[in-house]
């Protein structure tokens, strides 16, 4: 069986991942991972029985044996084969890897906030669009470990991470899993084809948009006509601009009283109400996870005016944009938690 497909079933992997950002209980990865607590359970022994884990009242990672026994399987797809031996794809020593994380410690360097990178996956695994391109980030940026020396090299190891991490979370979601794995042998195989930091770039927007979609479509399909679907997909992608109904019917080639019965009978919602919900859903998110002021984001979401979408927002949230932004603003989440 092909390693990714291996890292995919894997939970090992998704907790490996979590103990390399955060030191976790049991309980902890459980609640993260949405995993029944005998499979938890069964992959902290294995891993404590590999000594890739230890354990201290809390799980931790020993940094230089993991990387080499899981890093390195998913550098495989991505790193140019020895042209002595012909052999199979390989990492770095193990040597230049604990220099590497020694380096990092000094410099005090740290990964992108895990609960951003969590809150990014949760969105693609219940198909919120309009999570996902708000909290969408290219790879490679500040925060982002280096994987190795070469920077091409270096962003296709990550996007090999993202489309493992992406797979698991869609198939816990509901999608086939000989469809998930299907689509991340495509992006893969796609990943290893690219010549440049733009083409990784259109890669990765391509496949989590992929993913994204088809995981709404799986939640939509169980409960929504066909129209009521294309409606909301129409709406997910104008939500920046002002969205009228008169558009939408127009889109669908409906009359207007008719898409409107229709929609308030499956969504549950007046037409303007949803659209509002959605705005203020994604403003909430950009008040969490961005740096754009109130004010930005209203005018970015096309509100009338800054005092209605305070009001609508509160009206939503039970607070204030300003308010929303001081409890639950994650900038500096990682720091904070490294140096208590």
């Not at 991942?17 to 309980?27: A, D, G, Q």
């Not at 000594?51 to 201290?56: A, E, P």
Request: glycine content about 4%; hydrophobic content about 35%; aromatic content about 12%.
């Amino acid at each position: 069986m092909e390693v990714f497909r291996l890292l995919s079933q894997d939970i090992t992997h998704d907790i490996l991942k979590i103990l390399s950002h955060n030191n976790s209980t049991k309980e902890q990865l459980i609640l993260l991972l949405h995993t029944p607590e005998e499979k938890i359970k069964d992959a902290l022994n294995s891993l404590l029985d590999a000594g890739l884990i230890k354990r201290d009242g809390i799980y931790y990672i020993t940094c230089s044996e993991t990387i080499e026994n899981t890093v390195a399987k998913l550098m495989r797809y991505c790193s140019p084969k020895s042209e002595e031996d012909g052999g199979p794809y390989r990492l770095d020593t193990k040597e230049s890897l604990e220099k590497y994380f020694l380096i990092n410690q000094r410099n005090e360097t740290y990964h992108a906030s895990f609960e951003r990178e969590l809150a990014f996956y949760e969105s693609v695994r219940s198909g919120n669009l309009e999570s996902v391109k708000t909290l969408y980030t290219k790879l490679g940026g500040e925060g982002f470990g280096m994987l190795s020396a070469d920077p091409l090299r270096n962003l296709k190891y990550h996007l090999v991470v993202s489309i493992a991490m992406i797979t698991r979370f869609c198939i816990n979601g509901g999608m086939l899993p000989e469809k998930a794995y299907c689509l991340s042998d495509t992006y893969v195989m796609k990943t290893d084809e690219c010549k440049s930091r733009e083409e990784i770039d259109e890669v990765h927007y391509e496949m989590t948009i992929d993913f994204t979609r088809r995981m709404r479509q799986i939640q939509n399909r169980r409960i929504y006509s066909k129209p009521i679907i294309n409606s909301l997909d129409y709406i997910s992608d104008n939500l920046h601009n002002r969205i009228l109904i008169q558009d939408v019917a127009d889109f669908l080639s409906l009359s207007v009283p008719y898409f409107s019965r229709l929609f308030k009978e499956e969504i549950g919602f007046t037409f303007s109400e949803y659209v509002t919900v959605k705005k203020i859903e994604v403003a909430a998110n950009m008040l969490q996870f961005s740096d754009y002021s109130a004010v930005e984001i209203s005018n970015l979401f096309n509100f009338s005016s800054h005092s209605y979408f305070i009001k609508v927002f509160k009206k939503h949230m039970g607070m204030t944009p300003k308010e929303y932004r001081r409890n639950y603003y994650t900038v500096g989440w990682m720091n904070d938690r490294l140096t208590r």
